[in-house]
């Protein structure tokens, strides 16, 4: 079995609302180092299969019918044995 994990972002050209309010929400809380927060999403899938190249193919076919919208988001992915 392979677990991936799936980070998608927005593309940094689209403004990050959620980002923005959890950034003055840290400089309130007296975090005055944090420059820049972007938000996101994390997804884990676990797939039975053992064939690493099968797995990215089909984790990428995934992220890109379903799991991000490619006009705003961008992804990226990380898979290993579970």
């Known amino acids: 079995m392979l677990k991936a994990e799936i980070f998608v972002y927005l593309k940094k050209s689209i403004s990050d609302p959620p980002g ?3 950034l003055n929400s840290l ?6 180092n944090v420059e820049k927060v972007r938000m996101g999403k994390y997804i884990v899938v676990y ?3 053992n ?5 990215k193919e089909e984790v990428k076919l995934m992220c890109e019918k379903l799991l991000c919208n490619p006009v705003m988001e961008e ?5 290993s044995e579970e």
């Open 51 to 55: 064939d690493i190249e099968k797995a």
């Open 27 to 32: 400089k309130s809380l007296g975090f005055e």
């Open 20 to 22: 923005i309010a959890v």
């Open 75 to 79: 992804y990226k992915f990380n898979i």
């Open 47 to 49: 797939l039975n299969e």
